[in-house]
């Protein structure tokens, strides 16, 4: 198997980009990216460490729950979770993310490149909280270029399509698939039980 070795590989396969692809880059939240954030209650953070090793990371809470804090700058909570911190160190060795935002039920996304720091700042930590429960950090993250991507991956997957969703039970549940990977001792309802009840005394 042959592998593309260079960029101008890659670009005689491929072509030049649209001129709209590239006009569309903007290097501030105008009106519409403000929106589009206002209503997103999900977004996919990439992230890499020094060495390069990438890594992907889902935030999901209440609609809006990323502050605008002014035109170049947006800070994510981080609620609690497994304490990997797998995004996080990474952002304190390489300050490079990616994000994309969802809305549910539009196919269109926002992404947004920037740079990311992480803080404990009490203030912004309060203004971010749900039911009176801060968030542990926020990653504030400093826009460097921001702009809409088309609908043609959520159409080709008909991802809010629910005739195309697979029923639930042809899947395993997390607590089968653990008892798999782990051998785990208890029995996988058991692990889901456990998970379930992780879930609802530590969302916030």
């Given amino acids: 198997m042959k592998f593309v070795s260079n960029v101008e590989e890659l670009r005689q396969a491929y072509g030049a980009p649209h001129d709209v692809s590239l006009r569309k880059e903007m ?13 997103c209650p999900f977004v996919l953070i990439g992230s890499s460490d020094k060495e390069g090793n990438g890594d992907v990371t889902p935030k999901g809470d209440r609609p809006g729950f990323v502050a605008v804090l002014d035109d170049t700058t947006i800070a994510i909570p981080d609620r609690p979770g497994n304490n990997r911190l797998d995004t996080l ?5 390489n300050p490079a993310v990616g994000l994309i935002f969802l809305v549910p039920g539009m196919n269109e996304t926002l992404r947004i490149n920037g740079l990311a720091k992480i ?15 801060a968030p542990r950090s926020v990653m504030v993250v400093s826009i460097k270029a921001v702009y809409m991507h088309c609908a043609k991956a959520f159409l080709r997957s008909r991802l809010w399509n629910p005739e195309g969703w697979l029923p639930r039970s042809a899947m395993p549940t997390l607590g089968e698939i653990l008892k798999d990977q782990l051998s785990l001792p208890e029995t996988a309802n058991e692990a889901d039980s456990r998970l379930e009840d992780s879930y609802l005394k530590s969302m916030w």
């Fill in 27 to 39: 290097r501030f939240l105008d009106r519409h990216a403000r929106n589009f954030i206002a209503n």
């Fill in 89 to 93: 160190e990474n952002v304190i060795r």
């Fill in 119 to 133: 803080t404990f700042d009490e203030a912004l930590r309060e203004r971010l909280a749900v039911d009176g429960k």
